[in-house]
T-cell receptor, first 114, second 114 residues
Framework: AQTVTQSQPEMSVQEAETVTLSCTYD???????LFWYKQPPSRQMILVIR??????QNATENRFSVNFQKAAKSFSLKISDSQLGDTAMYFC???????????FGKGTLLTVNP | NAGVMQNPRHLVRRRGQEARLRCSPM?????VYWYRQLPEEGLKFMVY????????ESGMPKERFSAEFPKEGPSILRIQQVVRGDSAAYFC????????????FGQGTRLTVV
């Protein structure tokens, strides 16, 4: 069974600074996808970024980028130039060869302070 | 193009009553997934349905829970004889095919059992 671990229950960062959220996972599969989702107070689950395991290049989406270390089974999210609207719960998620079932970590509550 | 629509957003039920949660997938999406989020937890997979078929219900409790996705109309997650432990946020996601990489989430239904 796959597991996803987010070891930081809460983090805070000053506006305009950079913050990195950690995620590790465990799987025996070779082909899989990794995701970061954002859940603001509205509770909507918003896909921030995704990474395909067979791609060595780290995914980036504007201010969001990942550091994917396949051998270490690590998938951290870096948020640059943090904005107040980035305040939310962030969930790391995994999807394996079955390609439809997402396994989520417990989340990291990120607070961006003015 | 409306997103995934879930209703109601909030549902209060007394112990022993039935709860019915509805999910209308995005236009053109034929695959629906239900997830449950307990307090302080990440989302956990419950069931995956295609039109008129349950594909994977490995995450569904064996008793009191059922799901359907009829040929016409929304997908329904039904919880009979609710108990306090059923209080959670229930999320629906949809995709055009069996690819969670193209899945979009609804805003969830928060069920409170009193």
């Amino acid at each position: 069974a796959q597991t996803v671990t987010q070891s930081q229950p809460e983090m805070s960062v000053q506006e305009a600074e950079t913050v990195t959220l950690s995620c590790t996972y465990d799987t025996s599969e070779n082909n899989y996808y990794l995701f970061w989702y954002k859940q603001p107070p509205s509770r909507q689950m918003i896909l921030v970024i995704r990474q395909e395991a067979y791609k060595q290049q780290n995914a980036t989406e504007n201010r969001f980028s990942v550091n994917f270390q396949k051998a270490a089974k690590s998938f951290s999210l870096k948020i640059s130039d943090s904005q107040l609207g980035d305040t939310a719960m962030y969930f790391c998620a995994f999807s394996g060869g079955s390609n439809y079932k997402l396994t989520f970590g417990k989340g990291t509550l990120l607070t961006v302070n003015p | 193009n409306a997103g995934v629509m879930q209703n109601p957003r909030h549902l209060v039920r007394r112990r022993g009553q039935e709860a019915r949660l509805r999910c209308s997938p995005m236009k053109g999406h034929s695959h629906v997934y239900w997830y449950r989020q307990l307090p302080e937890e990440g989302l956990k997979f419950m069931v995956y349905l295609q039109k008129e078929n349950i594909i994977d219900e490995s995450g569904m409790p064996k008793e009191r829970f059922s799901a359907e996705f009829p040929k016409e109309g929304p997908s329904i997650l039904r919880i009979q004889q609710v108990v306090r432990g059923d209080s959670a946020a229930y999320f629906c996601a949809s995709s055009p095919k069996s690819k969670e990489t193209e899945a979009f989430f609804g805003q969830g239904t928060r069920l409170t059992v009193v």
